[in-house]
């Protein structure tokens, strides 16, 4: 059973940084493309970011240049760098990985984790 711990949210002022990450308890982790998803109250879930198992990263329309993914696989773990945040970006950011190949930018990942609360202040 894999499992996922993020790590790094809180509370923000708009135009501020933040940096997430979710840590894998799997040997495997570099075999896994991982995403980042969100959701806010009353909202879907909706897709942020994803990372392959390659390095080849995948960004949602609405992050435009301001967030960034990436992996660290020596330590088991994944980032996501929020930058120029905005008030609509406050969600839940949950971490998912999977190791199955296919499309990592849609809802289907194996494993979650419990989410980080990131709130931006206006």
């Known amino acids: 059973q894999v499992q996922l711990v993020e790590s790094g949210g809180g509370l923000v002022q708009a135009g501020g940084s933040l940096r997430l990450s979710c840590a894998a308890s799997?040997?495997?982790?570099?075999?896994?493309?991982m995403g980042w998803f969100r959701q806010a109250p009353g909202t879907e879930r909706e897709f942020v970011a994803a990372?392959?198992?390659?390095?080849?990263?995948y960004y949602a329309n609405f992050v435009k240049g301001r967030f960034t993914i990436s992996r660290d696989n020596a330590k088991n773990t994944v980032y996501l760098h929020l930058n120029s945040v905005k008030p609509e970006d406050t969600a839940n950011y949950y971490c998912?990985?999977?190791?199955?190949?296919?499309?990592?930018?849609?809802?289907?990942?194996?494993?979650w984790g419990r989410g980080t609360q990131v709130t931006v202040s206006s």
């Open positions: 998912a990985g999977r190791q199955r190949l296919g499309a990592i930018t849609n809802i289907d990942y194996d494993y």
């Open positions: 990372i392959s198992r390659n390095g080849i990263t």
């Open positions: 799997v040997r495997t982790f570099s075999t896994y493309g």
